[in-house]
């Protein structure tokens, strides 16, 4: 009996199906521990930070004195850490790499007149008329530390707002990459059952770039298998989308003159809010691949390789 060839979802059974928010309870403990963490370090932040005195010996003492800084002002670390490297170029370096928050600590504990210039970044930057001309004022305006800023402190919602704030970035990045091992294990068990080897994050040499998971090899694939979760929406799916367009029109050459069971196969595995959201990206993916699913369809593999495997 010949196997019926696997059906692909439509866009609207995938947005039916899709997993808007992907949970990971172990994920979910590992965080509440570390807005735990950071919300001890920062109600324990002395009030003398308000003074020149205070903020310099605050650097001197507390290891994680940046980290904890730049939570309590609400101020990315990123964006912190450019600020910096404009200084650093100002002063006629040539910077080949931006320093971590722990390297501009050393820096400023070793050079008095840094750790001045910084600690007065914190205390007045956002007054200091030297700066207004570099550093926009939505920016700037977090740079201060006043009565209302050491009130924080003992505000214990205002520190966990200002910590999960802080970690928001961290967590989104960690639920997509726990979403693409819940995928990756499902794909290895289907692997394993049919004795078929794959490659993770191979570079696939008949395509050009890094596909999430390449069955059998990268050298010889059948399956080419992509894997992406957002929660929330943003430019990098509009850069995963085209990605993907450019991958499919690679397949099709490829597959230029072959029988379909012998064919390439382009499968996208996608889910979050963020996608049913940005629905035209969603659709661009629809079209190049062979097969869009979801965590929920996910089982569709299995299908997938007994018929073209």
């Not at 005195?53 to 990315?76: E, F, M, P």
């Not at 002063?91 to 931006?98: D, F, G, L, R």
Request: with cysteine.
């Amino acid at each position: 009996m010949n196997q019926q060839k696997p059906k692909a979802l439509t866009v609207e059974e995938f947005i039916k199906t899709a997993t808007m928010f992907y949970l990971d309870s172990d994920l979910e403990k590992e965080f509440e521990n570390l807005a735990e963490a950071d919300i001890k370090e920062l109600q324990s932040i002395p009030p003398s930070i308000a003074t020149m005195d205070g903020i310099r010996k605050y650097v001197r003492d507390n290891k994680k004195a940046l980290h904890n800084l730049t939570s309590l002002l609400n101020i990315s670390e990123e964006r912190f850490k450019r600020i910096i490297t404009m200084s650093r170029i100002q002063k006629k370096h040539m910077p080949t790499s931006e320093w971590s928050l722990s390297k501009i600590q050393r820096e400023m504990i070793e050079h008095p007149e840094f750790m001045d210039e910084v600690c007065e970044l914190f205390l007045n930057g956002a007054v200091l008329e030297k700066y207004k001309n570099l550093i926009p004022t939505y920016y700037r305006e977090n740079f201060q530390i006043n009565v209302s800023t050491v009130g924080r402190i003992g505000n214990s919602d205002d520190i966990r707002r200002l910590v999960k704030r802080g970690l928001e970035g961290k967590y989104s990045n960690r639920i997509g990459d726990s979403f693409f091992k819940a995928v990756h294990d499902k794909i290895v068990e289907i692997c394993d059952q049919t004795g078929l080897t794959y490659v993770i994050k191979g570079n696939v040499q008949s395509i050009g770039r890094t596909i999430g998971i390449a069955v059998p090899t990268e050298k010889t694939p059948r399956l080419l298998i992509d894997i992406t979760c957002n929660i929330t929406t943003s430019s990098s799916q509009s850069d995963y989308a085209k990605t993907a367009e450019t991958t499919a029109s690679k397949i099709r050459e490829l597959n230029n003159g072959k029988p379909t069971k012998q064919k390439l196969v382009f499968i996208n595995v996608v889910d979050g809010a963020g996608w049913v959201s940005r629905r035209a990206d969603l659709e661009k993916i629809h079209r190049c691949s062979d097969y869009l699913l979801n965590l929920r369809s996910l089982d569709t593999i299995s299908d997938i390789v007994k018929y073209y495997l």
